[in-house]
């Protein structure tokens, strides 16, 4: 099992920038998949990033070449960074471990941090 505690939300203006993080109980290096989710109101769970055990990253199209996953695997954590943010960005962002443990997958979820960007 792990736990993830998410943090670094906020409000902030359109174009602005913002940088969540996500803290692991345990090392994250093996962890097949850390994924960042939002949701914003009425709306369901979106995937908006993925990077694996391998260090390949995927994005959501309506976030690519604004917005970076990365990993320290020395610091249990996994980043999102959010540059030129626009206000259908706002929701509450959620990261998440996807695990394999030999016969199936388990999925763990952090608390949320709620993302606000003002137009």
């Known amino acids: 099992q792990v736990q993830l505690v998410e943090s670094g939300g906020g409000l902030v203006q359109a174009g602005g920038s913002l940088r969540l993080s996500c803290a692991a109980s345990?090392?994250?290096?093996?962890?097949?998949?850390m994924n960042w989710f939002r949701q914003a109101p009425g709306e369901q769970r979106e995937l908006v990033a993925t990077?694996?055990?391998?260090?390949?990253?995927t994005y959501a199209d309506s976030v690519k070449g604004r917005f970076t996953i990365s990993r320290d695997n020395a610091k249990n954590t996994v980043y999102l960074q959010m540059n030129s943010l626009k206000p259908e960005d706002t929701a509450a962002y959620y990261c998440?471990?996807?695990?394999?443990?030999?016969?199936?997958?388990?999925?763990?979820w952090g608390q949320g941090t709620q993302v606000t960007v003002s137009s």
């Open positions: 998440n471990a996807h695990i394999w443990y030999g016969t199936k997958w388990s999925d763990f």
């Open positions: 345990r090392t994250i290096f093996s962890i097949n998949a």
């Open positions: 990077i694996t055990s391998r260090g390949s990253t």
